[in-house]
């Protein structure tokens, strides 16, 4: 099974400041059509959750700009430019090559 | 507009069954890859089972196959999670999510609560 493991669990940031979250798969998520599927997620408090970035750097509609997602091979990150109020949540990022698996998450909250 | 609907969540009994059914609608259901993701109220999201839009494919969690099936009815937009020799670790709440190209998952429904207990 592909391992995804995230970091920080935890990411304390003041309102304005950037945030950055790790993801690292156990093996390379390049499918044999030549794309890459990870894809990041945020979770608001008492909601599903929301795509936000699919195939390491494509935003969802409407998911605001400060949101950007980079990475190749088996190393991806997620970053937000600007943390605001309405950030606060979990964000996971997930694999989608082999049978989908999650990493453990990552709770954004605001210093 | 995509909807997922999630029904069948309720008590469930150690050792006996419920059906997870997904009412989708506002897209082309039979385009579409569907799974079942899990959650742990307050835990992290597990993958459960996927299958392929014309039903023929169908995986699971290693820690599940053999007590859960998934199945589809593509005349009623549907997709159903049959959960069998429920356990109390099964107590999660279940999301109804679609899938585009067999990893690549967007919408997700509200989520249907399972609490297994006696």
């Known amino acids: 099974d592909v391992v995804v493991t995230q970091s920080p669990p935890s990411l304390p940031v003041t309102l304005g400041q950037p945030a950055s979250i790790s993801c690292r798969s156990s093996?390379?998520?390049?499918?044999?059509?030549?794309?890459?599927?990870l894809s990041w997620f945020q979770q608001r408090p008492g909601q599903s959750p929301r795509r936000l970035i699919y195939?390491?750097?494509k935003r969802d509609s409407g998911v605001p700009d400060r949101f950007s997602g980079s990475g190749s091979g088996t190393e991806f990150t997620l970053k937000i430019s600007r943390v605001e109020a309405e950030d606060v949540g979990v964000y996971y990022c997930?694999?989608?090559?082999?049978?989908?698996?999650f990493g453990q998450g990552t709770r954004l909250q605001i210093k | 507009e995509v909807q997922l609907v999630e029904s069948g969540g309720g008590l469930g009994q150690p050792g006996g069954s419920l059906r997870l059914a997904c009412a989708a609608s506002?897209?082309?259901?039979?385009?579409?890859?569907m799974h079942w993701v899990r959650q742990v109220p307050g835990k992290g999201l597990v993958w459960v089972s996927r299958?392929?839009?014309?039903?023929?494919?169908?995986n699971y969690a290693e820690s599940l196959k053999g007590r859960f099936t998934i199945s589809r009815d593509n005349a009623k937009n549907t997709v159903y999670l049959q959960m069998n020799s429920l356990r109390a670790e099964d107590t999660a709440l279940y999301y109804c999510?679609?899938?585009?190209?067999?990893?690549?998952?967007?919408?997700w429904g509200q989520g249907a609560l399972v609490t297994v207990s006696s």
């Open positions: 999510v679609r899938d585009a190209a067999g990893g690549l998952v967007d919408y």
């Open positions: 506002g897209f082309t259901f039979t385009d579409y890859w």
């Open positions: 299958i392929n839009p014309d039903g023929t494919i169908t």
């Open positions: 093996q390379s998520l390049v499918y044999t059509d030549g794309k890459t599927y």
């Open positions: 195939e390491v750097s």
């Open positions: 997930m694999q989608g090559k082999h049978w989908p698996s």
